[in-house]
């Protein structure tokens, strides 16, 4: 059944929203808009970017690296899934690895990749690359270590090639996994790769946000923060939601 | 008749000698039911037969040919698990179709045998569906069709029915009777439902507790002798059941 856009808004949220848009009015009108800019002023500011055009030139800045650094994350994994599938001993590995990038800070990446690759692009994609790279890896290994064996036995009965029990078998049940993987690793790669941005480029997200912040334009730091959200609801709802639904259309 | 498989003193230990030593041949058109205790190595044997577990003495023969668990052969092994182990992202078609595809058979041919089969197992108007949205009968069909449509040289099952209800797993014995008739294939199929193998098996095959050799090998071609039948292989079992329980005290 499908419902409107209407009965989708959660009424409670929406009541809350707007007590929080009632007591950010008072606080911002307490405090002075340096502090906190009213309500009005970060829609003004968000009308503003979009008047210029300023808005799609850093959101697409910031897009693109992610893009970069999460894609070169989702190819490594799967070749990392596959060699955990097929040997035993790279499992192992893999499963290490992964541990040990999971318990590694943000910030240490962000401070190797200026040294590494000075002022540029290739910092911020590094830092997502490497901090995406965990989630993504192991939510695909979990789902290769959950190909049911009966499945791949009743392949070896019938004798499916190697390449006929992969596609049939190992793909399908592995892809729900993939798909998880990449919703947490894109929302993880949106967050990161803007702190990324605060450090010597000059565009994107971050940056702007940053350079924002110097200015003393305090509402545009919200306007920013606006649009991340917005990014990241968006591909949540247009890009995930819509593949695991394509992708689960048998369930 | 010919014989069309043939079990040679295979043997079987995992970590205890779970077959002793089993014989029998099957001739061709068989439907031999493998009966025996819980736990006598009944999967375990129909596994060897099928190359799925290698025998650790002995050997099986299909048509002439070993077979040897992880060694290539000639012949064409249908298996229904005791789960219908279908893929549940495929339609029903496509699970019958996905096991044709090792065979040398045109795309046309492929289509016209999964719709063959699927028909024969009652399943006419189902073929686009997945599994998951069908009843466990019209499962374990589905994956009946698809170990038929190979036109396998035998066809293997274990305690296919099992996870049924009562009346869904008499409508399948009767199917499967009929599917057998219809058919011809030489049918290897394990139970420990004693009243179910005398309904559809020609041949029944009983094992002893573990360390199981065979107890009784009757031939069921007498429908009068029935109800007699089901009564000694009821005795039988229990002494079975028993003499394992008591062989290895808990």
Not at chain 1, 88 to 115: P, Y
Not at chain 2, 42 to 57: D, V
Not at chain 2, 93 to 108: F, K, Q
Request: hydrophobic share 50%.
């Amino acid at each position: 059944m499908k419902r409107g856009w209407a009965e989708r808004v959660h009424a409670p949220t929406v009541a809350l929203g707007v007590v929080v848009l009632v007591v950010w009015s008072l606080v911002s009108w307490t405090y002075g808009a340096y502090v906190l800019p009213s309500p009005r002023h970060v829609v003004i500011g968000f009308v503003e970017i979009l008047r210029s055009g300023e808005i799609w030139t850093h959101t697409a800045a910031s897009l693109s690296r992610i893009l970069v650094g999460f894609g070169g994350a989702v190819v490594v994994s799967l070749l990392l899934a596959l060699a955990a599938f097929v040997s035993r001993t790279a499992r192992g590995v893999v499963h290490d690895v992964v541990a040990i990038l999971n318990a590694t800070s943000v910030f240490v990446w962000i401070v190797i990749s200026i040294i590494w690759f000075g002022l540029s692009s290739w910092a911020p994609i590094f830092t997502t690359f490497m901090i995406t790279l965990p989630v993504v890896a192991s939510n695909l290994v979990e789902g290769v270590q959950s190909v049911d064996r009966r499945l791949l036995e009743m392949g070896d009965v019938y004798r499916l090639s190697g390449r006929q029990k992969f596609t049939a078998i190992v793909v399908p049940s592995t892809v729900p996994y993939l798909v998880a993987g990449m919703k947490v690793g894109f929302g993880l790669a949106l967050k990161v790769s803007v702190v990324a941005e605060i450090f010597g480029v000059t565009s994107g997200i971050g940056y702007i946000m940053n350079y924002s912040r110097e200015i003393l334009a305090t509402q545009m730091v919200f306007v920013w923060a606006l649009v991340m959200v917005l990014v990241m609801l968006a591909t949540d709802k247009l890009v995930f939601d819509t593949l695991s639904r394509r992708l689960g259309a048998w369930r | 008749m010919a014989v069309k498989l043939a079990v040679d003193e295979v043997g079987k230990d995992f970590l205890l000698r779970v077959i002793e030593r089993v014989s029998f041949t099957v001739d061709a058109g068989d439907f031999v039911c493998l009966l025996g205790p819980n736990g006598c190595g009944k999967t375990t044997l129909l596994r060897i037969i099928g190359g799925l577990e290698p025998a650790s003495r002995g050997g099986v023969t299909l048509d002439g040919e070993p077979i040897v668990a992880g060694r290539a052969h000639a012949r064409k092994v249908g298996v229904v698990f005791q789960e219908d182990r279908l893929l549940p992202w495929k339609t029903l078609r496509d699970n019958v179709a996905l096991v044709l595809g090792p065979l040398a058979l045109s795309p046309a041919e492929r289509a016209a045998r999964a719709q063959r089969y699927l028909t024969l197992v009652g399943l006419a108007g189902f073929e686009d569906y997945h599994p998951g949205r069908v009843s466990g009968g019209m499962r374990q069909r589905a994956a009946i069709a698809r170990a038929l449509a190979i036109e396998p040289d035998v066809l293997l099952m274990d305690e296919p029915f099992g996870a049924l209800d009562a009346q869904n797993r008499r409508i399948m014995q009767r199917e499967i009777r009929r599917i057998w008739r219809d058919t011809g294939r030489t049918i290897v199929f394990v139970t420990h439902a004693i009243e179910e193998a005398v309904e559809i098996g020609t041949t029944l095959v009983m094992l002893s507790a573990r360390p199981s050799t065979i107890r009784a090998l009757i031939r069921n071609d007498d429908p009068g002798r029935r109800a007699k039948l089901v009564d000694d292989l009821n005795t039988m079992i229990m002494e079975e059941v028993e003499r394992q329980q008591g062989a290895h005290p808990a």
